[in-house]
């Protein structure tokens, strides 16, 4: 069993189209949250998003290559991009392009595309659609087109677990590293879900925000949806500290879990199974624990039933601990989430620096930990989890170390 190690991140978020803006922007607590500017403002209930905004797929990518891509396909090549650059890898040359996995997770796929189609279909009267739909909308299009970009050969595939779908992704990414199943891997999240479709699905349940994302306050309203990628590149300890590559953290362990039991509410005793599970996978005890990135989705069901699986884990070390949720800035990505979400678990190691949860007012009497409120906070942080738990009951938590 290896030891596993991240060294290369990328992102394309509502708070910047590169990991290190988006970073910069979690820890001075600036939300990327307003008005929906690609849709109909007048068809939607509320209209609020956290938007990619003038993201140009030309600059990124030749007509040739773009006729390929949906919007989900496009962040996540772009994410990827810059986390093997930054890795300082050369997968042809350092003959790791054989056995290097990709797992891209994704909660829907290509959600523009197939928009688009139905619009064509039963909008429009069209029955005439583009022959390319099938590959553009396929929720593995991501991880293939990875795949294809950097010539891996290795196992790769899709994670599709709605909200927790990166998380597993990532997971799936490290149990192949540490065991030898393959010897590097390309793994993250990404979604493009802000379309007229989806956006109203999500307003039917009424689970979301009317004004903004505030998660653990008691003004909180609901989720807002958010869209974007991040991608990391993971490796074994022994191969990055052989080619003398920064070591961003050290990827711990990972816990799932299932609920197995309503497909919406949120189970306390499911999630802080997952909980364990990470730590006891990453050989942690729960004192070794500094930050918790929540899932945090500002629901009413969501938040108490967090707060309470990190009280049945931690005791009375939880209220020793740093609690936040990103998603008060970057919205809820769903498929994304955990991979955005990542990348401030990694901040908060390598800077000491713990992202705020935005837009808090006041407290809520069953949100009883310490949310870091509005403003990020200077505090050293050698072990951080990352919690998605997702409808349908699947719940993934990874477990970050501060590089060795």
Known sequence: MHRVVITGIGAVTPLGHNAADSWNAMREGRPAIGPITSLPREDLRFGIAAEVQGFDPAAHFDDKRLILLDRVSQFALVAAREAVAQSGIDFAADGLGENTAVVIGSGIGGEQTHDATFKRLYGENNPRVHPLTIVRLMANAPASHVAIEFGLHGPAFATVSACSSANHALAQAFHMVRSGVADAAVAGGSEACITLGTVKAWEAMRVMADDTCRPFSRQRRGMVLGEGAG????????????????????????????????????????????????????????????????????????????????????????????????????????????????????????????????????????????????????????????????FGGLNAVVALRRAP
């Open 231 to 390: 991608v990391f590149v993971l490796e074994t300890l022994e191969r990055a500290q052989r080619r003398g590559a920064t070591i961003l953290a050290e990827f711990a362990g990972a816990g799932m879990s299932a609920d197995a039991g309503d497909i919406v509410f949120p189970s306390e005793v499911g999630a802080a199974k997952a909980i364990e599970r990470a730590l006891k996978d990453g050989g942690l005890a729960s004192q070794d624990v500094d930050y918790v990135n929540a899932h945090g989705t500002a629901t009413p069901a969501n938040d108490p039933t967090e707060t309470k699986a990190i009280r049945r884990v931690f005791g009375a070390h939880a209220d020793r601990l740093t609690v936040s949720s990103t998603k008060s800035m970057h919205g809820h990505a769903l498929g994304a989430a955990g991979a955005v979400e990542l990348l401030a678990a990694i901040g908060a190691l390598r800077e000491g620096v713990v992202p705020p949860t935005a837009n808090f007012v006041d407290p809520d009497p069953e949100c009883d930990l310490d949310y870091v409120p509005n403003i990020a906070r200077e505090t050293p942080v050698r072990v951080a989890l990352s919690n998605s738990f997702a």
